[in-house]
């Protein structure tokens, strides 16, 4: 299971850092008893975390790990990123190539995920009359709902009249697409990983000049009706939407960094 070079050093680090602590230290150096290999999460630490590169996995080889090296070290650049990604509710009709949403889903593929499971696919809906049908369904979701006089339902009231009757797509605010984070419905924190991914998304898609905005009417729609949702966006009635923004050009560019309340944090 493991491969430890001469280079070892025995400075037990490897052992430490594994999550499910299934490595162990012998006089020969680490090792990974075969019977222990179901419980690796392939998590890659114990490779990662050996500065002598010393030490191979067969699950996670060492020759697929890229070096932390060009890693951008500055806090002020990587908070400054951050707090550049807004809110785009004003988009460009231009499409987003494809290329260019596979490199935003593609950063969302390194999200952490519990017990590193990964299983978060992402559909990216690209037909206007798609986009258009989630639309009208998410408005059909909150008609019914106001008919049914549910009191959930009254703060967005409005949401039914400036959609049907003002033809304004308030829904995905005229974005010509809509990035959905899918995952099967029996994973463990599912909803949880496939949120944490379209954080990244959106990080990467900003970096990109491609504007986006969390899609929560959908979203709202998506956990009360799942299976006619995954029959629209043809995927597996197991699957759900763990979350959506809709994406595209902005239309203006943004001068300022985000601002927000103070920092409210206690140390105890
Ligand atoms: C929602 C969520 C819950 C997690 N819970 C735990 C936990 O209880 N204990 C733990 O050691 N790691 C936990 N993790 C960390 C994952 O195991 C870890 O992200 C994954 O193995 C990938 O490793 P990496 O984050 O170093 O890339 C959690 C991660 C997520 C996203
Ligand atoms: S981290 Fe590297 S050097 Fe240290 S014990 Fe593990 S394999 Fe050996
Ligand atoms: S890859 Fe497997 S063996 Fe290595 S640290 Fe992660 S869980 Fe442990």
């Excluded at 996670?60 to 932390?68: D, G, I």
Aim: glycine share 6%; aromatic share 8%.
């Amino acid at each position: 299971m493991l491969q430890i070079s001469s280079d070892c050093t025995k400075c037990a680090k490897c052992v430490k850092v594994c999550p499910t602590s299934i490595i162990e230290m012998t006089d020969n150096g680490p090792l990974l008893k075969p019977e222990r290999i179901k419980g690796c999460i392939k998590c890659g630490h114990c490779v990662s975390v050996c500065d002598k590169g010393a030490l191979d996995h067969q699950l996670v080889p060492l020759a697929n790990q890229e070096s932390t090296d060009n890693v951008i070290n500055s806090p002020e650049a990587v908070k400054a990123t951050m707090r550049s990604v807004r809110s785009i509710r004003n988009y460009r009709k231009t499409p987003v190539s494809k290329e260019l949403i596979a490199d935003i889903a593609d950063a969302a593929r390194y999200v952490p995920t519990a017990r590193n499971t990964q299983q978060v696919s992402y559909l990216a809906v690209l037909n206007p009359e798609t986009v258009k049908l989630l639309a009208d369904k998410t408005v059909d979701y909150f008609a019914e709902a106001i008919e049914a006089g549910e009191p959930w339902v009254r703060p967005y009231r409005g949401l039914v009249r400036v959609y049907r009757d003002k033809g304004y797509d308030i829904v995905f605010r005229g974005a010509p697409h809509v990035l959905i984070s899918v995952y099967p419905k029996s994973q463990y924190y599912g909803e949880d990983n496939a949120r944490l991914g379209m954080v990244y998304a959106r990080l990467q898609a900003s970096v990109h000049n491609i504007g986006t905005c969390w899609a929560g009417f959908f979203e709202m729609y998506a956990v009360a009706k799942p299976e006619e949702v995954a029959e629209i966006l043809k995927i597996d009635a197991d699957m759900r939407v763990g979350a959506a923004v809709m994406f595209g050009h902005p239309a203006f560019k943004y001068h300022r960094l985000v601002e927000r309340e103070p920092l409210n944090i206690s140390f105890i």
